[in-house]
């Protein structure tokens, strides 16, 4: 298994999240994707890094930070 990539992004509707989940999987070395709307977390594993993630997702017009320190 690769790196765990864990992100904090607003998910506020459907469309949200669908057009988050469709750009991740475009990347490449992903393995696994998983969004938790109760906690607004992306969660993704894979041969990738924390920025590559992010930006991926800025460039759908979504902000993202990285997770740790927000149990």
């Known amino acids: ?16 999240i669908k057009k988050i989940l469709k750009a991740i999987k475009k990347m490449q070395d992903i393995e696994t994707y998983n969004v938790d ?3 607004n977390k992306v ?3 894979g041969n990738i890094t924390n920025e590559e993630v992010i930006r991926v997702l800025q460039k759908i017009g979504k902000s993202a930070s990285t997770w ?3 149990r």
Do not use: A, S
Request: charged share 25%.
């Open 43 to 45: 969660i993704v594993t």
């Open 37 to 39: 709307t109760q906690l």
């Open 1 to 16: 298994m690769g790196n765990v990539v864990e992100l904090k992004v607003g998910l506020h509707c459907e469309d949200c």
């Open 68 to 70: 740790e320190g927000r």
